[in-house]
């Protein structure tokens, strides 16, 4: 069955970077694209962009150019999103999730918490 | 950058249908369709409907979208108290090369 399992949750400190990782099973890695999607607690979903595993083509959303980089292994079937310059607004749950029409399948979320 | 419009709740009573509306432009919604997503408290959004009528295997026929022009709607009929959740609406908007979402709207099963 198709899984994507994200690494744990992150405490970081403001200015700090952040790696959060999304091993994916259960299906052809290359054949899907991926996304990454952010929920600040009690708010609702912010797109922060998206990769294609085959090639590592990536897109952004406006708000996080410069800021984020998404990256594939095929090897090990993983996706990392890196953010840098953090600050306490990206405190949030982060999730990826895979691309066929829409998400159908979603990560379990990584909680990172940004604060001094 | 500009998001979808969804009414931020609405309230039905058990067994009844709640209708859910999602409003967005003709780069977005009018274009490529919607999709919806329910999330529960503490969990990762559910896809429950795509490209405007499509419904994901699993996926209760009580759960039923449809587009008129720029704006999206989900149906849920016979309400469940499992219903009650949080509903977002998305779709990709070739303007901006951007997936966007509305703000969600929260669905209260009285």
């Known amino acids: 069955q198709v899984q994507l399992v994200q690494s744990g949750a992150e405490l970081k400190k403001p200015g700090a970077s952040l790696r959060v990782s999304c091993k994916a099973s259960g299906y052809t890695f290359t054949a899907y694209y991926m996304h990454w999607v952010r929920q600040a607690p009690g708010q609702g979903l912010e797109w922060m962009g998206i990769?294609?595993?085959?090639?590592?083509?990536?897109a952004y959303a406006q708000k996080f150019q410069g800021r984020v980089t998404m990256t594939g292994d095929t090897s090990t079937s993983t996706v990392y999103m890196e953010l840098s310059s953090l600050r306490s607004e990206d405190t949030a749950m982060y999730y990826c999730?895979?691309?066929?029409?829409?998400?159908?399948?979603w990560g379990q979320g990584t909680l990172v918490t940004v604060s001094s | 950058q500009a998001g979808l419009t969804q009414p931020p709740s609405v309230s039905e009573d058990l067994r009844q249908t709640a209708t859910l509306t999602c409003t967005g432009n003709s780069n977005n919604v009018g274009n490529q369709g919607a999709a919806w997503l329910q999330q529960h408290q503490g969990h990762p959004p559910k896809l429950v409907s795509y490209?405007?009528?499509n419904r994901p295997s699993g996926i209760s026929e009580r759960f039923s979208a449809s587009r008129s022009g720029n704006t999206a709607s989900l149906t849920i009929t016979g309400l469940q108290p499992e219903d009650e959740a949080d509903y977002y609406c998305?779709?990709?908007?070739?303007?901006?090369?951007?997936?966007?979402f509305g703000g969600g709207t929260k669905l209260t099963v009285l």
């Open positions: 990769i294609n595993p085959s090639s590592g083509s990536t």
């Open positions: 999730g895979r691309e066929a029409g829409s998400v159908d399948y």
């Open positions: 490209r405007n009528d």
């Open positions: 998305s779709a990709w908007d070739s303007s901006l090369s951007a997936w966007v």
